[in-house]
């Protein structure tokens, strides 16, 4: 299943790969896949912008804006003015993320 | 004032003895009917909210210092799978404070993280449980695990798992080497089906707000509140609220890759319209003698159906966040617009009909 076309934050640059594949490893959507020794973004529009290629990249070869995609926290984050946020539990007793 | 977590002790079936250390609590890899409760209760309840297990270091069958070591959350559904796909095997289980949420979710928010990593690691002694230095972390958990900072702080290697627990037996028996398959995250109709529960919960919880606006809206004249009135008027518009329900909270998670266009706003729409349209040919245009009540149902209902539908981007695998951000870019000042002008009608047609206007 692919969500919108063309929309994701995720940014590459192929100079600072080392070709470890750690991307390769950790992403859901088989967004990276290796071609001579090097990532490359294969299926872009994948991307579900979880950030965990970026936060085990060592070479700081990818960046992307991270963070839940999820409508009910992103309109919680408009009405408080900070971040997205589903924030279970604790004070507001919300029902999401099991 | 905060939600008590109830800690479940897991079932221990014994005490296991690690160098080093206190004893530590063997769990089976069955489940029990309270088990299988549990997991119904989750599904369909804000009972997961309080479902926990006691952080900390487990084992299950007879695992050595040679013994693989696994990483979940203290959710007990999560730690209830991750031991039930471990029948057989022996194995540690590191089990991270993340306040009882799944490990994926957990991660986004940086509780299964590596600072808690770490710190685990540290507190259950594991330099001591096992020789060797690997540790499994399922793949979400890649999402707040840092592998390099955990190898520096602690000599401990990460190895990223499969994404679901019930590849782990084939993942061992290939030498920790993943096939691409198990790299990927799926979402099939059977996974999104146990999720609808949760979205038809929280939107039945507005239902009632809205069914009260309606019957008063319907029900109000000059000199009070007609109770016929409310009734025979506002039912159209509770049966059109429920379905509003049905179809964004049930219809369109189910039969998601099946609705035409990606947008969930869109898709919700289309299924709200679909059934106002089916809905309709059941109510004589007589009925309100009026067109005005219809249109208005036209407006809302379907757009109605469109927000509950876009409340399942929060439990999709694959829906990004900025793609969610452009939906309600283009969805909110819609919703608002179009929920005044459904208003405004209905206010029209209650003028005509005490011949104001």
Redesign the interface.
């Known amino acids: ?5 063309d ?3 995720l940014e590459f640059f192929q100079e600072k790969c080392t070709g470890c594949g ?1 991307c ?7 967004v990276f896949l290796l071609r001579d020794k090097k990532a490359f973004v294969a299926d872009r529009d ?7 290629c970026a ?2 990249c ?1 070479f700081g070869a990818i960046k992307v ?11 919680n984050g ?1 009405i408080t003015g900070g971040p ?1 946020s ?1 924030d ?4 507001s ?1 919300s ?4 | 004032m ?2 008590e ?1 109830l800690s479940f002790l897991p079932r221990a079936v014994g005490v296991k003895k690690a160098a080093g250390q206190p004893a530590v609590s063997k769990v089976s890899s069955e489940w029990t009917w309270k088990d299988r409760l549990g997991e119904i209760k ?2 369909i ?2 009972f ?3 479902y926990t297990v006691r952080p900390g270091l487990y084992a299950v069958g007879e695992p050595s210092v040679e013994s693989d070591v696994f990483v979940t959350a203290n ?1 007990k ?1 999560s730690f209830d799978i991750l031991r039930r796909e471990l029948k057989g095997l022996n194995v540690w289980i590191i089990v991270l404070d993340t ?4 490990v ?2 957990a ?2 928010k940086g509780t299964f993280g590596t600072n808690e990593l770490i710190s685990r690691i540290n507190e259950t002694n594991l330099h001591n449980v096992v020789t060797h230095r690997r540790i499994i972390i399922p ?2 958990g ?7 900072i955990v190898q520096q702080r602690t000599g401990f290697r990460v190895y ?1 798992g499969p ?1 679901y627990a019930k590849d782990i037996p084939a993942y061992i028996r290939a030498g920790h080497v ?1 096939t ?1 398959e198990m ?3 799926r ?1 099939n109709m059977l996974d999104r089906l146990v999720l609808t529960p ?1 979205e038809i ?2 939107a039945m919880k507005k239902f009632p707000l809205f069914a009260l606006i309606a019957l008063v809206l319907f029900g109000l004249q000059p000199s009070g509140i007609l109770f016929k009135d409310a009734w025979e008027g506002g039912m159209p518009f509770l049966i059109f609220g429920l379905m509003a329900v049905f179809t964004g909270a049930f219809i369109t998670p189910l039969l ?2 099946f609705i035409p266009f ?3 706003a869109v898709k919700g729409w289309l299924t709200g319209m679909i059934a106002v349209f089916v809905l309709m040919k059941g109510i004589e245009l007589w009925y309100y003698k009026s067109l005005l009540p219809l249109a208005a149902a036209y407006i809302f209902f379907p757009l109605a159906s469109s927000y509950i539908a ?2 399942f ?16 870019k283009i969805g ?1 000042p819609v919703y608002l617009t179009a929920t005044a002008l459904s208003l405004l009608i209905l206010i029209i047609y209650k003028l005509s009909q005490w011949r104001v206007i």
Request: include cysteine.
């Open positions: 299943m692919k969500y919108l076309v929309v994701v934050t750690r390769i490893e950790v992403c859901p959507h088989g994948r991307c579900m912008e979880c950030g965990a936060n085990n060592e804006n991270s963070g839940v995609g999820c409508a009910a926290a992103i309109i408009m997205p589903c279970c539990g604790e004070q007793g029902d999401c993320c099991g | 905060g939600i977590k989750c599904r309840s804000s997961r909210m309080r959710y559904l306040k009882g949420i799944n994926w979710c991660a986004g793949q979400l890649a999402v707040g695990v840092n592998a390099r990223f994404v993943k691409p790299r990927l995250a979402f949760m919960n929280p998601l890759p990606r947008s969930f876009l409340q981007t929060g439990s999709t695998t694959f829906t990004s966040m900025s793609g969610v951000k452009k939906e309600l909110v």
